[in-house]
């Protein structure tokens, strides 16, 4: 196997995938983010700390460490760019992508771009950590009833509305209304969000996530684990549905157990339409 590189972000699954490679007698270097990554991602790994917009020096990292797959994994907390101190190579290539860079799909896009423009071939999470998939289907004692596939659809309708715009991957629905769309804060302060905003006198909301149509797969795909349950729990909803073949479930064992403590419905759903498989 080529060596592989990790561009990563925060969370456990970039440690996760290098322990998984390494397992199998692979190499890793792994491209650690000032102020995003976790510090005991790298405990123990090849690796470098760079900042946000040093491209070339990311780059630089990689070659010299002779990387030749590369993957993205791990959320990352997006400054603004006026806030970044971007070296030449980042300004070309935001420059270059123009409106596009302001969308998160669109800017991981044109990262992708640039690294296989550099020779590296960017390869998926999923790829490289088999059994994370969220599969078709309840996977909890609970599933989704009449008013909860009505909520369901709801959110997957929204989420096509708004997949042009590149915006976020979740939606909260209680009832058929909307209460809270995913932004910049992500899912997980989007669902505490939600805990003011729903009616107390109905069944709790449903969140919804998936891909937006035409979504690059290698990059942000989108992700769940036992704290989005906690989360979700905690903040009153009844149940979450994300799609299936598409979504990571992280510690799938605790977070089904979780679900099924709390009472809560975890449903993997087909994605929107015109989503690459």
Do not use: C
């Not at 995938?17 to 190499?27: H, P, Q």
């Amino acid at each position: 196997m080529p060596k592989l590189g990790i561009l990563a972000g925060g969370g456990v699954l970039p440690r996760r995938i290098a322990e998984r490679r390494l397992s199998d007698g692979d190499g890793v270097f792994v491209i650690a983010f000032e102020g995003q990554t976790d510090q005991a991602t790298v405990e123990g790994l090849d690796h470098a700390w760079v900042r946000l917009g040093a491209t070339s020096a990311t780059l630089k990292h990689l070659k010299d460490a002779s990387v030749e797959e590369v993957v993205m994994a791990g959320p990352m907390r997006r400054p603004a760019f006026s806030d970044m101190s971007l070296d030449l190579r980042s300004a070309k290539m935001l420059a270059k992508a123009g409106r596009k860079a302001f969308g998160d799909d669109g800017l991981l896009s044109v990262i992708i771009e640039e690294l296989e423009g550099d020779g590296f071939n960017v390869v998926g999470i999923d790829d490289v950590l088999g059994g994370y998939l969220m599969p078709p289907g309840a996977i909890t004692d609970r599933a989704p009833d009449e008013t909860a596939e009505f909520d369901i659809a709801r959110g997957k309708a929204v989420l096509e509305a708004l997949s042009p715009a590149d915006v976020g991957q979740a939606v909260a629905v209680q009832e058929g209304l909307v209460l809270a769309v995913e932004a910049v804060e992500g899912t997980d302060a989007m669902i505490a969000r939600t805990a003011g905003l729903k009616r107390e006198s109905a069944e709790g909301p449903v969140l919804v996530k998936m891909r937006k149509r035409g979504q690059e797969r290698r990059a942000d795909l989108p992700t769940i684990g036992p704290d989005t349950i906690r989360g979700a729990a905690a903040a009153g909803f009844r149940g979450i549905a994300v799609e299936a073949g598409a979504t990571l479930l992280v510690d799938r064992e605790i977070a089904v157990e979780a679900a099924n403590a709390a009472g809560l419905f975890l449903v993997g759903i087909e994605g929107l339409q015109g989503s690459p498989s």
